[in-house]
């Protein structure tokens, strides 16, 4: 069950809905053969840590999304995406709008896309009254733009006379950071397969007020989200355990944050493996 652990967390602070099977069912389109690919729109500069990092992404939602292409597009600059940039008052860090991303995403994207999502090392905020937001995204047009920009260890504590628009590709792939950044892209495409904030258990579709409950989010999806992706992308489930647990297990980058996963998945196929062969969910796991 989710156990809500502080006042501010999400749980307690905003009414969800429950969404049923049923209920996503009755309001989702399944993806269509001619919408068949999931695109990773990077905006501003990245070096090579930078660079690996979207690699990694793409890899980890290859295998989240099993049998659906994910792509990574052409990174485009700030200045070409023609947003808004401020200076927050509170932190000090140069932002973004996200409402131009958005514009921008809506007006470029691929007639084949199930969806866009534009990521950035650079922080965001939705509207002038507004401090910051983690990302934004708009369900209906199927587009989103997230920043890892407060997901780094650094954001509060690097010196702000280095803080310029083209500073922000000089980012440190950590387990962390590259832990943070696949589950929060991983939930944040799933709102684009119609699935809403999860109530039921702790999964990795449940709503998260700031960063802390961010990272006690789990990786997986509880039973009930998972039927509505599968359902969705009609994928084995066997396969895509096996998948996420061979980025798990992989040697080129820093996993130690996918350990506790990587066991939970080995059990998943276990169970799986001796119940007809993993062809099948039961009810409960």
Known sequence: DISALHSDDWVLNHYTEEQTFKDWSLSYSVVK??????????????CDQGTKLL??????????????KVSVLK?????RVGCKVRRNAETGRCQLRATDIIDFLKQGKKPNAICTVAVTMVDLYPRDSWNFV???????????????????????????????????DRVTVTARLLWRACKVMTHEIGHMFGVKHCVYYNCA???????????RRTE????VCLRKLQEALKFDLAGRYK?????????????????NFA????????FLESHNGGRQIKEGH
Not at 243 to 259: I, K, N, T, V
Request: overall charge negative; charged content about 15%; aromatic content about 14%.
């Open 263 to 270: 066991v939970w998945l080995q059990d998943a196929l276990v």
């Open 75 to 79: 990174t485009v600059s700030i200045a």
């Open 33 to 46: 053969n001619s919408k068949s690919t999931i695109y990773i729109q990077p905006i501003g500069s990245y």
């Open 243 to 259: 998948a996420l647990l061979d980025f798990c297990q992989g040697s080129e980058m820093p996993l130690e944050e996918f350990r």
């Open 205 to 215: 579709m449940n709503g998260s007020n700031h960063l802390e409950e961010s990272d």
């Open 220 to 223: 997986h999806l509880c039973p």
């Open 134 to 168: 983690f990302g934004l995204a708009s369900l209906t047009n199927g587009v989103g733009v997230f920043s890892f920009a407060r997901y780094t260890d650094t954001f509060y504590h690097s010196p702000l006379d280095k803080d310029t628009i083209e500073d922000y």
């Open 55 to 68: 690699h990694w992404l793409q890899s980890y939602c290859s295998a989240f999304f099993h049998g659906i």
